[in-house]
T-cell receptor, first 113, second 113 residues
């Protein structure tokens, strides 16, 4: 079985501040992990992914995430928030070798000028 | 096409009527997913197709919901005897393989009056 928990349905940060969106997963086999972003009134877009290899992965728009097996976490970070980062972010997991995706409930990021 | 397309983009219907939503995946993508996103909420998995395997229908909320896929191409999601609680955005996504991540269509916004 697999599941995803995103802590905090809403996160507010000041422009220029660190962005940290939390994601914890459970999986009975090595997982594939993803972050998706949904801008207002738009579809979901893949931000970054971890499958194998380097545990620190970089995505678009300056975001990155680190796979920590010991903590079963895949938190999303960005050193300096920009107004254009305001969106909803979804963490997702696939158990390796399978393709059914489980999404978290999403975190809405607000960036305050 | 270049991406996943869905039609119609908007559908308004009366309670009790049947509706059919269409998804055209990216050519060559063997996996196709349907999700429902209610206003202000996360993604709710509905159904998953993988090649010629039997679809995973575990997310369909009732027997009013059904979906078909022709080979590795177009999929249709049918909702019979629509209810007001069916109002949502219905998202389709396709994937070449689990590790590649999903590509989402723009969604169909369904409003049941």
């Amino acid at each position: 079985a697999q599941s995803v928990t995103q802590l905090g349905s809403h996160v507010s940060v000041s422009e220029g501040a660190l962005v940290l969106l939390r994601c914890n997963y459970s999986s009975s086999v090595p997982p594939y992990l993803f972050w998706y972003v949904q801008y207002p009134n738009q579809g979901l877009q893949l931000l970054l992914k971890y499958t194998t290899g380097a545990t620190l992965v970089k995505g678009i728009n300056g975001f990155e995430a680190e796979f920590k097996k010991s903590e079963t976490s895949f938190h999303l970070t960005k050193p300096s928030a920009h107004m254009s980062d305001a969106a909803e972010y979804f963490c997702a997991v696939i158990m390796g070798g399978y393709q059914k995706v489980t999404f978290g409930t999403g975190t809405k990021l607000q960036v305050i000028p | 096409g270049a991406g996943v397309s869905q039609s119609p983009s908007n559908k308004v219907t009366e309670k009790g009527k049947d509706v059919e939503l269409r998804c055209d995946p990216i050519s060559g993508h063997t996996a196709l997913y349907w999700y429902r996103q209610r206003l202000g909420q996360g993604l709710e998995f509905l159904i998953y197709f993988q090649g010629n395997s039997a679809p995973d229908k575990s997310g369909l909320p009732s027997d009013r919901f059904s979906a078909e896929r022709t080979g590795e191409s177009v999929s249709t999601l049918t909702i019979q005897r629509t209810q007001q609680e069916d109002s949502a955005v219905y998202l389709c996504a396709s994937s070449a393989q689990g590790a590649a991540g999903q590509y989402f269509g723009p969604g169909t916004r369904l409003t049941v009056l």
